[in-house]
């Protein structure tokens, strides 16, 4: 298969910065997404990253590494609103390019 | 906000019965998706769509079909209900541009008790 692996839970302090690692097989791969999901709502796209290097949007930011298999999403000033579930998704080349996604991270936010 | 509507939104039904769940979608998005969520797995493609009538299985396809006889909708059925297939079911669609995102529908709780 195509393994994505996250970290199952992480837990941070308001006002804080935390980084969720993602990690993939690098065979195939064409592009990284991340997306939030509050429990009992739909995931929403936070952002893409198909070339190495940080994308920053606001508070958060995403970065990757092709060769070595890696991105991490950045969230700097954590607020409680911020707790949720973290989703990585990789598109690989060959499957249609439909993204395949990672366990996710549950992230929980303590004031 | 991407417009997709699932329904119903949530539904028990017993062992052995059909079940057929139905995405809207007003974005004109050629491809649709269905996913299932459940604790310890993530996301897990069941079938998608890249066209009318253009249909294929993705990762845990068995026990699922698939309907697209229009753009805007795509219904999923199970033919007879187990209780493995308890979850949160997501439609999502896209463009299928290189980089551009799925965009998820409300998402439907089946139960099968």
């Known amino acids: 298969g195509q393994n994505i692996d996250q970290p199952t839970e992480m837990t941070a302090t308001e006002g804080a910065i935390v980084q969720i690692n993602c990690t993939y097989q690098?065979?195939?791969?064409?592009?990284l997404f991340w997306y939030q999901q509050h429990a009992g709502e739909a995931p929403t796209f936070l952002s893409y990253?198909?070339?190495?290097g940080l994308e920053e949007k606001g508070r958060f930011s995403s970065f990757l590494s092709r060769s070595k298999g890696y991105s991490y999403l950045l969230l700097k000033e954590l607020q409680m609103k911020d707790s949720a579930s973290y989703l990585c998704?990789?598109?690989?080349?060959?499957?249609?390019?439909?993204?395949?996604f990672g366990r996710g991270t549950s992230l929980i936010v303590h004031p | 906000d991407a417009g997709i509507t699932q329904s119903p939104r949530h539904k028990v039904t017993e062992t052995g019965t059909p079940v057929t769940l139905r995405c809207h979608q007003t974005?004109?998005?050629?491809?649709m998706y269905w996913y299932r969520q459940d604790p310890g797995h993530g996301l897990r493609l069941i079938h998608y769509?890249?066209?009318?009538?253009?249909?294929d299985k993705g990762e845990v396809s068995d026990g699922y079909s698939v309907s697209r006889s229009k753009t805007e909708d795509f219904l999923l059925t199970l033919e007879s209900a187990t209780s493995s297939q308890t979850s949160v079911y997501f439609c999502?669609?896209?463009?299928?541009?290189?980089?551009?995102?799925?965009?998820f529908g409300q998402g439907t709780r089946l139960t099968v008790v």
């Open positions: 998704a990789v598109r690989f080349s060959g499957g249609s390019y439909i993204p395949t």
């Open positions: 690098t065979s195939g791969f064409n592009g």
């Open positions: 990253n198909v070339l190495d």
């Open positions: 974005e004109n998005h050629r491809y």
């Open positions: 769509s890249y066209g009318v009538k253009d249909t």
């Open positions: 999502a669609t896209g463009t299928g541009d290189g980089n551009t995102e799925a965009f």
